[in-house]
């Protein structure tokens, strides 16, 4: 590792020093270019938003800044320092920290130790003392005004309350430079804007905080900077007043997307295929009606926590409502478990694809058929491998699964493929209602398009479709109605011009 | 348009090349058992061939295998599933006991009655494993105990009763019919490994061909995803250790069958050599992936070697140490493997998580 | 909600305290229906039948506390104290004490760190590697040390086996208390003191929590692993040492076969066979509780044989409980914040 003074060259009339500037760093993996060129400057107490669609290089930057890959060319310079590669262990002596989507926090361990313990082992101590961790710990926790049980085992906490430990802990360790990984996915709204808050006093601490992100309306809101980067390139970057949504979806994809709403037109005959009535789950939601007819396609949105993906798991039998019906094609079913309403013709593509969804080692072949065994057997109970492989191969090139063969492990694929796999497999199934749960999240801007065109086929042979999702232009895209889900309770239905990305932003606000 | 049929063509042969590469990987712990197997066999072959060639010696590898290779793939459906069973011998040894008790409670003067009771006897041993399964799978699928756990209190409860059933001593019977089919044979065949390999088949034959055997698969790949999928787990997992206990069963009758005794700590090696064999066998501890023929295969290696260093002379002490390198290697060598396969191809998904 | 607060901690994090109270109410129980019972004789008893199980279970708590389960253990302390009394004896010299236990810790050491070092270089599964290696310490040590049974012990430990710290009369016959119950005791303050007070300790809880968080937070997780497994190899050959010297006598076979055993008292005393949870305390507390069901059992007159049974039960039972409690607790729906919350707890469970 080489160390030698650099004085970097700082933008445009701006006199502050940055913290952290990466200059010309490339990486490659076997044929793949990973990284090109990228240079970025990191100042005290703003903001940085780092944006760009799945596989642009993103992850691959922050692995590189943080220690854990080592660049091919390029620097990276700390306070006018440069080095060549850093360690993970450097890079924590920088006071550079990144907080993973999963925080890596120790779910067994009390949220005190977890706070103070990464500190310690980088400075390599070989004791450790509960009440100087818990004074440390305290003194931070109190300093950012939070409300957090320090005695409370971490696995315990809600996911926002698990952030702000990890959060703490980057600051333990003398962060300047924070790295957070999507950190509002799986925040509620009142979370959000605790986190935003909490970026504020961070901020006036002279941290410098970078947010990976693909939600457009956020970054806007919290980042003073944004940076958009595309195959391993950085396309743009400037001061947040440059941008708006639409030039940041522009650069991050490289082309315009137009709000597009291609939806196709529902016979006023068409039958009900999904019916629910009076709905409830107590402290979920409340009196839930509403019914998707035969090709039709509706969304369901709302804030999360509103409920909206509590009705969802309930259709699919993950959670029993206490009272309320439903009723597909008319006939009154029971839905006390997922497998009574896969037997129903109900199917949920879930959000979290790679737990929920896919046999992450088994090939292609074996998650298509995952959910429909039962209907792929002769009448000896064997399975009909004639009827499987017949299955397995229409709906490989129905669904243009791009991989070499149907024996290829799901692990390789994209996670536009690999959400083609888990609609397969539901596919497989022929049911008579699809539930979505965030269709397109982690999918990559082309294939987003291409899985709505696929759903708005399916509805065209007949399927009914629900998709639940917070991404309103792809609502507005493919779905004939919305309902809208706030506080447990659908307020309000939008129909046919009213489904607009403004209009649903609206009801939501409500 | 010829230049697209070309293209077309010559993607099919790609794929289909890339499909036999990838069956072969798939196979490669099977493959790489038969070497061992082979290997091992002809070393001995050539070092000691007269003792190791004997009729004798191939004999009795084919007769002492059944009984821990019954119990091997037991062990296999457990792990396929993602689980272990622990309690297997327990099963085997309290199913002997229990046949062995009954015969000798029904013991008559008439051998014509002994004989015609050999078959309900051994239903009620086979039912005795079934019912332990059938615990284990209830306080693992329904109650959620997890299966090392789970099996762990079952092998002490039931080597416990076994215990008490029988004052620690060994118990003698069994029937004529068990003993006499103990020593049959078919050609050079014995009957008992006949046995074993039709417990082979079926079991390969549940595994690959039914949907209870892709089920299992699947529950032991991602246990989540297959509740989501609307697989049963419950009765996929109960389904699954009842079978097992019905071949722990199966294994108590080999053990009469070989010689007419049963106690309550007969084969208490087998509990861990059970699990070296079934991983041997290529079978993921993870759950997911196994292979009966796999398992057969290793089941006999490990025989072989066994009698190997008999014929060589060498304690049955050498031999332990054998086995444990030979576990060991294997390990190793497939986690050098491992790595490497892993840095040539980043997965692309690790992007979107881990 | 202070009362809840207490009672949680009176709990213990790993349901210590609900094991206390089925300890004390076997006690109490036992002491009613038979006077005898509750006498220094039979305390006495009981803690010098625990000594060996103790000293074992430590040596399993931190394996297990790490994410792992080695079942290994009985032979590297059986395979240690066994070479070292057969070198003593064949060279015929005669050492202190110290150093008796020294030799068995390095032979220990070396054992475990092979365990050690190919379950953290190759990242194998620790059940598998154990079983590999136990197989050749077990093999190696009857093939190149020796099988005999020595009746004879070198004279500083056959000295050993005869001290008692208290020794005296009761009503019910004599009371002794064997020295090495000190050792035991010993053992679990040091590995208590290190789990609380150490870095390595708080590191341990780390790696079997998440092995990959624990990695990505600058934890030396190969360093870390290795020694644990060394550490475990110089505990259990700590044990090994005592058995030889209580049952004045070595037999290559002892201790050999009841890994199991072991690992059900762990598991009973909280620790999780997942990695990151595990006490002390609670490792007591599972120890001990078993010896006292096997002491209550002879008292009361169920014969021995029962004992293996009452443990697989108890082990059901205990963690049946806890599977069952902790599916309850997932699936109760508090609010529309909790809910969210919940699931995924309940996601990351299943």
Redesign the interface.
Known sequence: MENEPVTSTKPGGDERSPILSVRGISKRFGGVQALADVSLDLYPGEVHCLAGENGCGKSTLIKVISGAETPDSGKIVVDGVGHSQMNTTSAIESGIQVIYQDFSLFPSLTVAENIVLTSAVAVQKKFYSATAAAARARAIVDELQLDLDLDAEVGTLSVANKQLTAICRALVSDARVIFMDEPTTALTHTEVKRLFELVDKLRDRGVSMVFVSHKLSEILQVSQQVTIMRSGKVVTSGPVEEFDTRSIARHMTGRDIEDVRIVSDLPDEAPVQLEVEGLTLKGAYWDVNFNVKKGEIIGVTGLLGSGRTEIAESLFGLLTPDHGQVRVEGERVQLASIADSVSAGIGYVPEDRLTQGLFLEKSIADNIIAGSLNQHRSKWRTLDFRKVKATISRLFEELRIKAPNVKAPVRTLSGGNAQRVVLAKWLATNPKVLILNGPTVGVDVGSKEQILELLREQAGQGMAIIVISDDEPELVSCCHRVLVVTKGRITDELVGDDVSVERIQESMAA | MSDSSFKDANNRLDSAVRGVIERAQANRSMLRMVLVFVAAFALFAFLNPRVFLGSLNLQNIMVASPEIGVIAIAMMLSMLTGGIDLSLVSIANLSAITMSTMFTAMVTGSGEFNEAMAVPVLLVGILVGVGCGLLNGVLIGIVGITPILATLGTMQILNGVAIVWTGGSTLYGAPATFTTFGKLAIGPVPMLFAVFIVAAILIAFLVNSTTLGRKIELQGANPVAARFSGIRSKAVLIGSYAVGGALGGLAGFLFLARNPTASADYGASYVLLVIVIAVLGGTNPNGGFASVAGVVIATLTLQVVSSGFTAMRLSSYQYAIAQGVILVAVMVIDAINWRKFRNKRPAPMAATGK | MDIRKTLRKLQG?NNEGTLLLVLLAIVIGMSLLNPVFFTANTAFAVLRSATVPMILALSVLLVIISGG?D?SFPVVAIASAYTTVTILLATGTDVPMVVVFAIAAAIGAILGLVNGF?IAK????T???T??????????M??YVG?KYFPELPPTMAALSTVNILDFTTAHGRANLHVLVLLAIVATLLVWAVL????????L??I???Y???H?????VVRTQILTYVLVGVIASMAGVAHITMSRAANPQDLV?GE??I??AV?LGGA???G??GSVGGTVLGVLLIQVINNSLLLVGV?S?????????L??VG??IQ??S??RKAQR?????????L???Q?KE?
Do not use: C, N
């Open positions: 994090r389960i079942v190919v190759f990242r194998l599964p059940l598998i590697v079983l590999g290696t136990q197989g050749v310490f077990f093999g190696a009857l093939t099988a609380k007070w150490t870095m390595f300790g708080r590191s809880y780390a079997g929590d998440d990959e968080g624990a990505r937070a600058g934890f030396r076969g199991l055993d690992i059900a598991v999780s066979i997942f990151g949870r014969p044989a029962w004992l293996r049974a009452a443990v697989g039960i082990l059901i963690v049946g599977a069952v902790a599916r729906v508090h609010s529309v914040e909790d809910v969210m919350d699931t995924v707890a996601r299943a």
